[in-house]
C-alpha cells in the first residue's frame, strides 16, 4: 500500500513538472503572436498612409502603382531633396568664396553700417621699426580705446604685421612681445623669420593669417614707413564691394633687373622672358585686394612662389586669375595731394 501511494506521488510530481515547460511555451507563443500580430499591424497602417499620401500627391482617387513602387519613389523623392540641399550649399559656398553679399554703407560722419570689418590693415613691420610705428600710432592708427574706436566705427583694423627672431626667443622676440602687451595691435606671425629677404613671404602670411582671423571686405598691405587717410581709404573701398574678386593700387610694370649687384636685383629673372619686363602690378608701398583673394592666398600659401619682391609676388598670384585690376592713383604714395590715401615719408 505504501509503495502504490508513493508512486502516485511520483505521477503526479511528474506531471507537474511537465506542465511547467509546456505553460512557458504557451505563454512565449502567445507573446510571440502578439508581438507579430503588432508588427503587422504597424505595417499595414504605414503602407495605407504612404498610399494615402501617394494620392494626396498625384490627386487620383486610388492609386495605380504597387506600394512597394510608392516606397521606391518616396527614396528618390528624398535622395532629390538632398541633392538639391547639397546644390544649395555648394552655390553658397562659391558664392561666398567669389562675391561679396554684405555692403557696407558710408554714413556722412565717416562710420560704416557693417556686418564685418571693411578692411585690416597690415603695416609690415621690423624689429629696428619701433619709432615707425609710435609715430604711425600718433598720426593715424591710434591705440588704445582710438584703435578700437577705428574697428567699431569705421570698420577699420590695423596691426603691425611682424614675424619671429632667428634667435627665437631671444632679446627681439622679447621686446615685440613686451611691446604688444602695451599696445595689442600686433599680429605677430610665428611661422616667419624675419630677414630682409623674406617680405615677399611675410606678405603672403599676413594676407593668409589675417584672412583666417578677420572676416573682412579687403585686406591691404602697407608698409611702416607710409602714412594713411583712413577716412580717404574707407570710402574708396566702399564704392568697390561690387568688385568680389578686386585687386587695388598703384598699378606699374618695370625692368626685371638681372645683375646680382643691382638694387632690386631679382634671381629668377629669366622666369619673365626675353625682354625682361615685370608685368602690371601694384606698387608695394600700399595696396588691397578683397576677401576672396585673400582667402584663396590662405588656401594656396604653400603653394604661392615667392619672389624677391613682395609686390612682385602679389601680383603673380593673381595673373592667372579672374581678378578686376583697378589702378587708383591715389595709392601713389609717393607724394601727398588733395584725396590721396596715401604718403610716404
Same mark, same amino acid.
Given at each position: 500500500?505504501?509503495?502504490?501511494?508513493?508512486?502516485?506521488?511520483?505521477?503526479?510530481?511528474? /506531471?507537474?513538472?511537465?506542465?511547467?515547460?509546456?505553460?512557458?511555451?504557451?505563454? +512565449?507563443?502567445?507573446?510571440a503572436s502578439i508581438y507579430v500580430a503588432g508588427r503587422l499591424w504597424q505595417d499595414?497602417? $504605414?503602407?495605407?498612409?504612404?498610399?494615402?499620401?501617394?494620392?494626396?500627391?498625384?490627386? !487620383?482617387?486610388?492609386?495605380?502603382?504597387? &506600394?512597394?513602387?510608392?516606397?521606391?519613389?518616396?527614396?528618390?523623392?528624398? !535622395?532629390?531633396?538632398?541633392?538639391?540641399?547639397?546644390?544649395?550649399?555648394?552655390?553658397?559656398?562659391?558664392?561666398?568664396?567669389?562675391?561679396?553679399?554684405? @555692403?557696407?554703407?558710408?554714413?556722412?560722419?565717416?562710420?560704416?553700417?557693417?556686418? #564685418?570689418?571693411?578692411?585690416?590693415?597690415?603695416?609690415?613691420?621690423?624689429?629696428?621699426?619701433?619709432? =615707425?610705428?609710435?609715430?604711425? #600710432?600718433?598720426?593715424?592708427?591710434?591705440?588704445?580705446?582710438?584703435?578700437?574706436?577705428?574697428?567699431?566705427?569705421?570698420?577699420?583694423?590695423?596691426?603691425? &604685421?611682424?614675424?619671429?627672431?632667428?634667435?627665437?626667443?631671444? =632679446?627681439?622676440?622679447?621686446?615685440?612681445?613686451?611691446? =604688444?602687451?602695451?599696445? $595689442?595691435? +600686433?599680429?605677430? @606671425?610665428?611661422?616667419?623669420?624675419?630677414?630682409?629677404?623674406?617680405?615677399?613671404?611675410?606678405?603672403?602670411? +599676413?594676407?593668409?593669417?589675417?584672412?583666417?582671423?578677420?572676416?573682412?571686405?579687403?585686406?591691404?598691405?602697407?608698409?611702416?614707413?607710409?602714412?594713411? $587717410?583712413?577716412?580717404? @581709404?574707407?570710402?574708396?573701398?566702399?564704392?568697390?564691394?561690387?568688385?568680389?574678386? @578686386?585687386?587695388?593700387?598703384?598699378?606699374?610694370?618695370?625692368?626685371?633687373?638681372?645683375?646680382? =649687384?643691382?638694387?632690386?636685383?631679382?634671381?629668377?629673372?629669366?622666369?619673365?622672358?626675353?625682354?625682361?619686363?615685370?608685368?602690371? /602690378?601694384?606698387?608695394?608701398?600700399?595696396?588691397?585686394?578683397?576677401?576672396?583673394?585673400?582667402?584663396?592666398?590662405?588656401?594656396?600659401?604653400?603653394m604661392l612662389r615667392a619672389y624677391a619682391h613682395d609686390d612682385v609676388s602679389a601680383?603673380?598670384? +593673381?595673373?592667372?586669375?579672374?581678378?578686376?585690376?583697378?589702378?587708383?592713383?591715389?595709392?601713389?604714395?609717393?607724394?601727398?595731394?588733395?584725396?590721396?590715401?596715401?604718403?610716404?615719408?
Amino acid at each position: 500500500m505504501q509503495k502504490s501511494h508513493k508512486v502516485s506521488t511520483m505521477s503526479i510530481s511528474s /506531471h507537474r513538472i511537465a506542465t511547467i515547460p509546456t505553460l512557458l511555451i504557451s505563454m +512565449f507563443a502567445t507573446f510571440a503572436s502578439i508581438y507579430v500580430a503588432g508588427r503587422l499591424w504597424q505595417d499595414a497602417q $504605414n503602407r495605407v498612409y504612404l498610399i494615402k499620401q501617394l494620392d494626396r500627391i498625384t490627386g !487620383q482617387g486610388q492609386s495605380a502603382i504597387s &506600394v512597394d513602387d510608392t516606397l521606391k519613389i518616396i527614396a528618390c523623392r528624398e !535622395q532629390h531633396k538632398k541633392l538639391a540641399a547639397l546644390e544649395m550649399e555648394l552655390a553658397a559656398a562659391r558664392q561666398e568664396g567669389f562675391s561679396s553679399n554684405r @555692403l557696407i554703407e558710408s554714413e556722412t560722419n565717416g562710420t560704416y553700417s557693417k556686418t #564685418r570689418p571693411l578692411v585690416v590693415i597690415g603695416i609690415l613691420t621690423g624689429f629696428g621699426g619701433r619709432k =615707425n610705428r609710435d609715430a604711425i #600710432r600718433k598720426a593715424w592708427m591710434g591705440s588704445g580705446a582710438a584703435l578700437q574706436k577705428m574697428e567699431d566705427g569705421k570698420g577699420i583694423i590695423a596691426r603691425f &604685421v611682424i614675424g619671429r627672431s632667428a634667435n627665437r626667443g631671444d =632679446n627681439l622676440d622679447k621686446d615685440i612681445d613686451h611691446e =604688444n602687451r602695451l599696445t $595689442n595691435d +600686433f599680429l605677430i @606671425l610665428d611661422d616667419h623669420v624675419e630677414t630682409e629677404e623674406g617680405l615677399s613671404k611675410k606678405a603672403k602670411l +599676413f594676407f593668409a593669417h589675417a584672412a583666417d582671423k578677420w572676416d573682412a571686405e579687403f585686406y591691404a598691405k602697407v608698409n611702416d614707413d607710409v602714412y594713411i $587717410n583712413i577716412d580717404a @581709404l574707407g570710402a574708396t573701398l566702399a564704392t568697390h564691394l561690387d568688385k568680389p574678386r @578686386l585687386y587695388m593700387g598703384c598699378m606699374k610694370s618695370g625692368e626685371v633687373f638681372s645683375e646680382p =649687384n643691382q638694387k632690386w636685383y631679382e634671381p629668377e629673372w629669366w622666369k619673365f622672358g626675353d625682354k625682361q619686363s615685370y608685368f602690371r /602690378h601694384a606698387s608695394g608701398e600700399m595696396y588691397a585686394i578683397s576677401r576672396a583673394l585673400a582667402k584663396f592666398i590662405s588656401i594656396n600659401r604653400s603653394m604661392l612662389r615667392a619672389y624677391a619682391h613682395d609686390d612682385v609676388s602679389a601680383g603673380s598670384w +593673381f595673373i592667372g586669375l579672374d581678378v578686376k585690376h583697378v589702378d587708383d592713383a591715389k595709392f601713389c604714395c609717393s607724394s601727398w595731394s588733395t584725396g590721396a590715401i596715401c604718403a610716404g615719408v
